[in-house]
């Protein structure tokens, strides 16, 4: 079959690269988050992402896991621990060897697994975005922040893809979703708000999630309070802080393996938190990716943030609500084991209400 080489012009490397495109094959043009150009061969056959939230997004929007070559080694965990290798087999096989620390490319696994397009996180250095252009590859860029960023990826990732239209729908079903819950919170009055930290970390020292974050922008924009709002994005406090604080409301983190409430409800350092004395620790759910990051589950995370804060105000079924997102998301229908699982009752059942609005409904006889 005849080539045709076209030497394209790559505004995110600002030089010259020789790409051999077959003649079935069509070429556009993606604007990244940080606005550069992307020329991306259609329908790309091999991807890659960094951003480590991606790798699920791709297999959402694709439906399948087969397109995907890489990604980073901290996405391996939705596979084996979260319910995305239940989701989609197949994604057990992909290469996690491409990234170093701090998403730093591992140049040569990256050339091996030969990736028509590659994610990479834009807001963060360009020394883990320059290796990957010095190969030749096209690198589209997307930003941290404020969880409403992700409707972007979703449009990107359908765009990248040759699927826009399962993209726009996903984005379009993540802005009203979040938009719903916005809704029922900004009526809340402000000392109605529950006084909120997020643990980043809780073993190793204390790490609360600050301005810049999404758990930050989640947190707030679903009626809490979150007390360390004034903090720059994840920062170290002490126990001290925390007491002084005094949340209503502790949330943990889904990055320290075990992690679970009793850890605090049993720590006599504690004890005379609010939280702590009411029992209103919980650690966020875990489905086909963790909910206190963004990614295609977070209308999920708003949903259950807004029932933890305001239980009076709760509307609906949660787990028809759970089972009907992932029917949508990944066209997969959740058991209600599953279901369970990603609410993690087994951790969480013992806390405030949570059994009363995330619990199996008793069947009367």
């Not at 096209?138 to 409403?148: A, E, L, Q």
């Amino acid at each position: 079959m005849k080539k045709l080489y076209l030497t394209l012009l790559l505004a995110s490397s600002g030089s010259l690269q020789a790409t051999t495109i077959n003649t079935t094959q069509s070429v556009i043009l993606v604007t990244d988050q940080n606005q550069q150009q992307v020329a991306i061969t259609q329908p790309p056959q091999r991807v890659m992402t960094f951003s480590i939230p991606l790798a699920s997004t791709i297999m959402a929007i694709d439906g399948s896991a087969e397109r995907l070559v890489g990604m980073n080694r901290s996405s391996v965990s939705d596979i084996t621990e979260g319910l995305l290798g239940e989701i989609y087999p197949a994604a057990k096989n992909i290469a996690a060897d491409i990234a170093g620390d701090g998403f730093a490319p591992n140049v040569e696994a990256v050339a091996a697994a030969r990736p028509d397009v590659v994610f990479q996180w834009g807001d963060r250095g360009e020394s883990i975005i320059t290796p990957l252009k010095r190969l030749g590859l096209p690198v589209v860029t997307i930003n941290y922040g404020d969880t409403r960023l992700a409707r972007h990826w979703f449009t990107l990732v359908g765009e990248v893809l040759g699927k826009p239209e399962r993209g726009n729908q996903l984005a379009q079903w993540f802005d009203d979703e979040i938009t719903q819950v916005e809704k029922r919170a900004a009526v809340v009055a402000q000392e109605a708000r529950p006084r909120v930290v997020y643990l980043y970390r809780a073993r190793s020292g204390l790490q609360v999630a600050g301005k810049g974050t999404s758990m930050d922008s989640d947190i707030r924009r679903t009626g809490g309070n979150n007390m360390a709002q004034s903090l720059p994005g994840f920062t170290t406090i002490n126990v001290e802080q925390l007491l002084q604080w005094d949340p209503q409301v502790i949330l943990l983190n889904n990055f320290e393996a075990g992690l679970i409430p009793a850890d605090l409800l049993n720590d006599p350092r504690l004890a005379e938190i609010n939280a702590i004395k009411n029992q209103r620790v919980y650690t966020y759910p875990r489905g086909g990716f963790r909910w206190e990051p963004p990614s295609q589950e977070s209308p999920l995370t708003h949903h259950w943030l807004f029932t933890l804060f305001h239980p009076h105000l709760a509307q609906g079924d949660f787990r028809v609500r759970v089972k009907e997102a992932y029917q949508f998301i990944y066209r997969y229908d959740l058991s209600e084991e599953q279901i369970d699982r990603i609410l993690k009752l087994s951790a969480n059942g013992g806390s405030l209400n949570y059994c009363t609005h995330f619990c199996r409904k008793q069947v009367r006889p």
